[in-house]
């Protein structure tokens, strides 16, 4: 690879940065998830079904409201997920790093998508097989 051409590591400015954004929007992600009523029992939780009474037009909207939540549950259970694998990575200094080919990720890409754990050349030679 050239100079010009050659990706930098992630600065530790930049790293700081993204693990607070990380962190901001996980207890976002966190609550969320509170709000739909997604409630702990042990280490799994699960979706509570809304209560709204016992007529048919209360029963279907219960109905619709927990599927739509269960969904939302499974999105937001994805992202917290995606967050802690990226934390993590951070903690273990193996963030920025394209699981893939092992160079360093864009900066440019790891502000866009924090998540990311491939270079975008990785990711899209993965999309188009």
């Known amino acids: 690879m050239?100079?010009?051409?050659?990706?930098?590591?992630?600065?530790k400015e930049t790293l700081k940065?993204?693990?607070?954004?990380?962190?901001?929007?996980?207890?976002?992600?966190?609550?969320?998830?509170?709000?739909?009523?997604s409630e702990k029992n042990g280490n799994k939780s699960?979706?509570?079904?809304?209560?709204?009474?016992?007529?048919?037009?209360e029963n279907?909207?219960?109905i619709s409201e927990y599927t739509a939540n269960l969904a939302t549950d499974s999105v937001l259970k994805k992202s917290i997920r995606d967050i802690d694998n990226a934390l993590e990575r951070i903690k273990k200094g193996e963030y920025g790093i394209c699981k893939y080919c092992g160079e360093p990720i864009e900066e440019k890409r790891l502000l866009a998508r924090p998540v990311a754990s491939a270079c975008v050349e990785c990711k899209t030679k993965?999309?188009?097989?």
């Not at 940065?17 to 009523?37: F, H, P, T, V």
């Open 17 to 37: 940065k993204i693990e607070k954004d990380l962190m901001e929007r996980k207890k976002q992600l966190l609550d969320d998830l509170e709000n739909i009523g």
């Open 60 to 62: 279907a909207q219960e």
């Open 46 to 57: 699960h979706v509570k079904i809304p209560e709204y009474g016992n007529k048919p037009d």
């Open 126 to 129: 993965l999309q188009n097989s």
């Open 2 to 11: 050239n100079k010009t051409n050659e990706k930098k590591k992630t600065s």
